[in-house]
């Protein structure tokens, strides 16, 4: 055993898991692998919540998600309707429905035939709108919108809260939790990992890369690449508006997400990108995206064509080639699992897949579907 490999040891640094990243998958994993009897460690280099998981839009939403994504969705649901009985907190969490409008005949025949194949795979959570069920539920959308689909039972939550109340219970459960605390070197000693970071070495049998846009770093220097692109979705908040929407509602042909809060503003957000770095830990606005998005909700909302824009931002995530992210163990390594890639869509998963994971990790296996999120796909 090396000098700091027995510090590790004898310092309070080593635990049956190891987690690298406080976002809302690194803690959930943590409190769902504290809940079944590990004793875990989370290392996050800035401060938990810090990017993704703190400053997203809050939808939880399974609306329109890729296929294979759906059971993990529909898990993760569960989790979020009992969000209170599990982290002693509300996390914001209402029910609300979520509706994709559709502006052109071309863009209802998708959405019908989208409900047709979650049908045939014996789902029933989205369902079709017509014209009079679409202005039922939102009166004030533009007269050129034919119908749409609607998943009448997702919502949203309060991202920062949501992930602080992830890492409260876990730490209320023992979990350790150290911040400013980058993980760098990586090695295998003795059947366990250790991984050196400025605070010291920190040991444990199986490791976690739960890092957000940095996980491909840390996936890379393990032996296993996959290609993440750091994004920066960016949002909007308007001025206070009268009250006009209940639901969270997207547009179909144009990226557009967005919800009216309980105040009357209106948090806009839904996929129009600015510019990241992730290791410069930077994200920027680009003004004339944030634009496109503005004319995209008073398009298909006239209310808003006379709203002001407040205050806006973007935050760093991780994006993969196709869309879905890294969820399971390493194609290489005993011991080691991966959940990163989220893919602007990960805050509604964070529940659903810290179970699995949890699971996984400490009964070496799981039914879940998690096979088309392995990392082996990048393989070639
Ligand atoms: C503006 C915006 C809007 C979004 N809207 C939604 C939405 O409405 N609904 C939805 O479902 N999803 C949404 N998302 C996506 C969602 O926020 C992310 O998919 C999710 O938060 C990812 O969580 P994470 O834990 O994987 O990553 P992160 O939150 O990025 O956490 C990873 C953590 O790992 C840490 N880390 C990295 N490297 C190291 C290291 N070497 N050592 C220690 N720590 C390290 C980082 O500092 C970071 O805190 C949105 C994202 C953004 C940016």
Redesign the pocket.
Known sequence: MTAAAHAATHSGRTADLLV???????CSAALHAALRGMSVIV????S??????????????RLGRHYAEVPISQHSMQIWYGINDLLDDDCGFQIAPQIKVAETQAELNALAARAADLNALGFDHEVMLDRAQLRALLPAVADHALGGLAALQDGFAQ?YQTTFAFQRKAAALGVRFHEG???GAIRQEGGDWVVETPQGAFRAAKLLN?????GGV?AQSLGEPAPVQAI????IVTNRLPHFCDAVVGATGRPL?FKQMPNGTVVI?GGRRGRADAARNLSEILFPELRLTAQTAADLFPVMRGANIIRS??????CMPDEIPVIGPSARHAGLYH??G?????????PGVGDILAGLIATGGTNAPLAPFSIARFAA
């Open positions: 690298i990243g406080g976002g809302i998958h690194g290392l996050e280099k800035d938990v919540g810090r990017h993704a998981s703190g400053v997203n839009a809050g939808g939880v939403r991202p605390c980058a993980a739960a890092a957000g846009a940095w840390l920066a979705p960016m949002m997400s957000g931002w973007s935050g760093v995530e991780a959940a990163f989220f893919s602007a869509h990960g805050f509604q998963m964070g």
